[in-house]
C-alpha cells in the first residue's frame, strides 16, 4: 500500500474566550499500514457542534475534555445510498 498522509487538526491550548486559529495546529501524519479486515475511509464531511467548544474547556461536563496536543475524536456515522 502507498504511504498516505492524513490531516488533523491539534488542540494547541485552550481557548479563553471565542476560540481562534491560534488556539489550533494542523498536522500532517502518516497512518500505519492498514492490517488484515481493515479499511480506509474518506471524510467527506464534518460536523461542528455546540458541545465542542465544552470539550476545549477544563471544566466538567458531560463530555471528557480534548486533551492539550491532541485531536478531537468522533463516532462514525455512515450511510449507504
Given at each position: 500500500m502507498?504511504?498516505?498522509?492524513?490531516q488533523?487538526?491539534?488542540?494547541?491550548?485552550?481557548?479563553?474566550?471565542?476560540?481562534?486559529?491560534?488556539?489550533?495546529?494542523?498536522?500532517?501524519?502518516?497512518?500505519?499500514?492498514?492490517k488484515?479486515?481493515e479499511?480506509?475511509?474518506?471524510?467527506?464531511?464534518l460536523?461542528?457542534?455546540?458541545y465542542?467548544?465544552?470539550?476545549?474547556?477544563?471544566?466538567?461536563?458531560?463530555?471528557?475534555?480534548?486533551?492539550?496536543?491532541?485531536?478531537?475524536?468522533?463516532?462514525?456515522?455512515w450511510?449507504?445510498?
Open positions: 502507498k504511504t498516505v498522509i492524513n488533523r487538526i491539534v488542540l494547541a491550548k485552550r481557548p479563553v474566550g471565542e476560540p481562534k486559529h491560534s488556539d489550533f495546529r494542523i498536522e500532517q501524519v502518516e497512518l500505519n499500514e492498514l488484515q479486515g479499511i480506509l475511509l474518506k471524510t467527506i464531511y460536523s461542528l457542534d455546540p465542542m467548544r465544552g470539550r476545549m474547556s477544563d471544566a466538567s461536563s458531560y463530555a471528557a475534555p480534548v486533551k492539550r496536543g491532541k485531536y478531537v475524536s468522533s463516532d462514525l456515522i450511510h449507504r445510498a
